[in-house]
């Protein structure tokens, strides 16, 4: 079925360190991996995907590493910031549908100054 | 840049009326989406829509669930009997037709619907 499993659920961290977030999924036809951020209140904002074309994407502070083989991706922030506290979502675009994105529980991230 | 626009933002009603939320894709988008997430917890999919006609949908869109694009802009969630636990925040998202674009969803700010 499709299943998309976060972890962990919640992380501090004290500012400055590096924070990594992993979400295994099940379907291995998926090619597309967004990670998104949301405060409270707010929308989800896509901070940074990656297709199964690569193993490894990164923008500024924020990377995101995929193995297909074993169905796992994660999310790594280095130097965070007090800003960088929300909630972060992984998701899986899965194959069978139109595009049908299938999030995981999401990961609440405290960045203490 | 575009954006995808919903309203009302908050939408209170009592248990049992019809709701409709309203969306606005970005205007060259062919894929909209309906997802909503209870306060709390993860964002869910509801139903993905395509040349007029939905394309899937998951297990909590049932019967009392109805999505329409009555005109060239407009994409409408409709739940004719409310119940307490639709109370969530309804989020549309769309997608563009190329390659790329096709993957990368916009959501909108969301809809707080409060069922009492």
């Known amino acids: 079925g499709e299943n998309v499993e976060q972890h962990p659920s919640t992380l501090s961290v004290q500012e400055g360190d590096s924070a990594v977030i992993k979400c295994t999924y099940s379907d291995s036809a998926s090619n597309y991996f967004p990670w998104y951020k949301q405060e409270l209140g707010k929308r989800p904002q896509l901070i940074i995907d990656i297709r199964s074309n690569v193993g490894e994407k990164k923008d500024q502070r924020i990377a995101v590493t995929l193995n297909k083989t074993a169905k796992h991706f994660s999310l790594h922030i280095t130097e965070t910031q007090p800003e960088d506290s929300a909630v972060y979502f992984c998701a899986v675009l899965f194959s069978g549908g139109y595009n049908k994105l299938i999030f995981g529980a999401g990961t609440r991230l405290a960045v203490h100054p | 840049e575009p954006e995808v626009t919903q309203t009302p933002s908050h939408q209170v009603t009592q248990m049992g009326q019809e709701v409709i939320l309203r969306c606005v894709p970005i205007s060259n988008h062919l894929y909209f989406y309906w997802y909503r997430q209870i306060l709390g917890q993860k964002v869910e999919f509801l139903v993905s829509?395509?040349?007029?006609?939905?394309?899937?949908k998951s297990e909590i869109f049932d019967d009392q669930f109805s999505v329409e694009r009555p005109d060239g802009s407009n994409f409408t969630l409709k739940i004719r009997s409310t119940k307490l636990e639709d109370s969530a925040m309804y989020f549309c998202?769309?997608?563009?037709?190329?390659?790329?674009?096709?993957?990368?969803?916009?959501f909108g700010p969301g809809t707080r619907l409060t069922v009492l």
């Open positions: 829509f395509y040349n007029n006609e939905i394309s899937e």
């Open positions: 998202a769309s997608t563009g037709s190329g390659r790329r674009a096709h993957n990368e969803q916009f």
